[in-house]
């Protein structure tokens, strides 16, 4: 009897104690990996799709860098829909141009669809995202006294039809990629036939060789049609020509140039602090002369 009840209590602790084992040797859960999409119609000459990868990690969501990526038009069912890949960079950003191949696909509807997909690693999951937009443009031109036009279009049924209502900033190109803006107000709505005007009032702004500055029209971010840009050069820069300063004494030039009160107030400084510095030594000499006497 005692070895029977030994038996069964030993076969109910197994039956107890399978299913914790199998917890503890399933493998942790891995993190969840997000993707978004933006489009980018630049010019209304190339398009191209920045997907941006991110992961939350101790309830943060932060940017994933080195994921692969495939980018797909249409849907991501077919594989001849692939219009090309790309790996995450150190902010978690891939970038590729819609090639030639994606024309046909492009071309089926007034409204296209973008995919993106990640390839599954040790720490994520296979991961999906995906944009909708509505094929638009951004058409611009000058008028008298600096003005700038500019106006928005979307293609409905196959027609290009002005659209009210989107936010477009105007602007001047610089250096940097940023916008400066062409007056004090930050962004205009367009009105029942798609147009914004705007004032430019940037004067004695530098240009290049030729006074030309680059005007930029652009929606950013738009839920509908993304993100959009026209770019025109006009002649409303100045040109300021370059004129080196480096033989001449100002405040920032090189060794030996420096301006000529700059390098008398240093050296009175040194003059006065050494020459305090030996007149205390003197005076301790003295007191020691004095001590020993």
């Not at 950013?220 to 026209?230: A, E, K, R």
Request: charged fraction near 25%; glycine fraction near 6%; charge should be positive.
């Amino acid at each position: 009897m005692k070895k029977n009840k030994i038996i069964t209590i030993l076969c109910l602790a197994m039956i107890i104690a399978l299913p914790m084992l199998s917890k503890a040797q399933e493998a942790p859960e891995k993190p969840s990996l997000s993707l978004g999409l933006k489009y980018y119609n630049d010019n209304n000459k190339t398009h191209h799709l920045l997907a941006e990868a991110k992961s939350k990690i101790d309830g943060k969501f932060q940017k994933t860098p080195h994921i692969n990526l495939s980018f797909y038009i249409t849907d991501d069912a077919n594989k001849e829909n692939l219009i090309g890949t790309g790996v995450t960079d150190a902010k978690g950003e891939a970038v590729i141009i819609l090639p030639e191949k994606a024309r046909v696909e492009w071309l089926k509807s007034p409204n296209q669809n973008f995919v993106v997909v990640s390839k599954p690693t040790k720490l994520y999951e296979e991961a999906k995202g995906s944009l909708a937009i509505t094929k638009a443009k951004i058409t611009m031109d000058t008028a008298e006294g600096k003005m700038i036009n500019a106006k928005l279009m979307a293609l409905v049924d196959t027609v290009w039809t002005p659209i009210a209502g989107v936010d477009v900033v105007v602007g001047v190109k610089r250096l940097s990629g940023s916008i400066l803006n062409a007056n004090e107000t930050p962004t205009y709505s367009t009105d029942s036939s798609g147009a914004v005007m705007a004032e430019f009032k940037r004067d004695s702004l530098p240009g290049d060789t030729k006074g030309n500055i680059i005007l930029v029209a652009s929606v950013i971010d738009n839920d509908v049609y993304g993100n959009l840009t026209c770019e025109m050069i006009v002649p409303w820069g100045k040109y300021y020509p370059y004129e080196s300063n480096f033989d001449e004494r100002t405040l920032f030039a090189r060794r030996g140039h420096s301006p000529l009160w700059l390098e008398f107030l240093a050296y009175a400084i040194v003059v006065v602090v050494w020459s305090i510095i030996i007149y205390l030594l003197f005076q301790i000499k003295k007191i020691k002369q004095l001590g020993v006497e």
